[in-house]
């Protein structure tokens, strides 16, 4: 299987406890990013990375969240003293440094985070 | 602040019929416009994806327009079957950030 890789697919936690979840792009894609998604609603961006660089974090990563990507592959999202407002789908894309305006971002199968 | 809204938000036809499914957006200043499919649980797969200075794209049965001007996009399904339940999410790729943003999308149901 060549498309993006996202582990686990579901996770369920008590509130205040750490989790962290991981992505694997596409092998040759050096851009990734990270998204939530609540019921009903589309994803929302989090963060993105060119190879290991952090290019940018949306104002809804708050301080409990923390992304990293070491060696340019995959990556991992954190979210420390979970909150029940942390429940969602995490998404990860992968893709192709191109030009903007044809750049395709392809998806994985989302982390479904359950915080009681 | 770019806001994308797609209407209806949820859709039931029967097996065969053509439908359209919109989507709006309020900053014209885009690169791009993607449509998404969307399984329920599942990640997003990318049906179609516009460039700023195109007016359609077509892959078989689906053909989705742009017109940047006005702020919209329509997706077209022709003969629509059962296995296209899903939902369908528009988002839209702005130059003055890397991220995209989405439409809540629009929950289909063809009806055998």
């Known amino acids: 299987d060549t498309g993006v890789s996202q582990d686990p697919r579901h996770k369920i936690t008590k509130r205040g406890q750490n989790v962290t979840f991981r992505c694997d792009p596409i092998?040759?894609?050096?851009?990734l990013y990270w998204y939530r998604q609540t019921l009903g609603q589309g994803p929302e961006f989090l963060t993105y990375?060119?190879?290991?660089?952090?290019?940018?974090k949306s104002r809804l990563l708050s301080d409990r969240f923390s992304a990293e990507r070491p060696k340019g592959s995959f990556s991992t999202l954190e979210i420390q003293r979970t909150e029940q407002g942390d429940s969602a789908m995490y998404l990860c894309?992968?893709?192709?440094?191109?030009?903007?305006?044809?750049?395709?971002?392809?998806f994985g199968p989302g982390t479904r985070l359950l915080v009681l | 602040k770019q806001e994308v809204t797609q209407i209806p938000a949820a859709l039931s036809v029967p097996e065969g019929e053509n439908l359209v499914l919109n989507c709006s957006f309020t900053?014209?200043?885009?690169?791009?416009l993607q449509w998404f499919r969307q399984d329920p649980g599942k990640g997003l797969t990318s049906l179609l994806l516009?460039?700023?200075?195109?007016r359609e794209q077509t892959s078989g049965r689906l053909n989705a327009s742009l017109d940047k001007s006005s702020g919209r996009s329509t997706l077209y399904i022709a003969a629509s079957q059962p296995g296209d339940s899903a939902t369908y999410l528009c988002?839209?790729?702005?130059?003055?950030?890397?991220?995209?943003?989405f439409g809540a999308g629009t929950r289909l149901t063809v009806k055998p």
């Open positions: 988002a839209v790729k702005c130059p003055y950030n890397n991220d995209m943003r």
């Open positions: 990375f060119q190879n290991e660089a952090q290019l940018e």
């Open positions: 894309a992968s893709s192709l440094k191109r030009e903007r305006w044809r750049e395709t971002q392809y």
């Open positions: 900053d014209s200043a885009i690169y791009n």
């Open positions: 092998s040759e894609h050096n851009r």
């Open positions: 516009i460039q700023s200075s195109q």
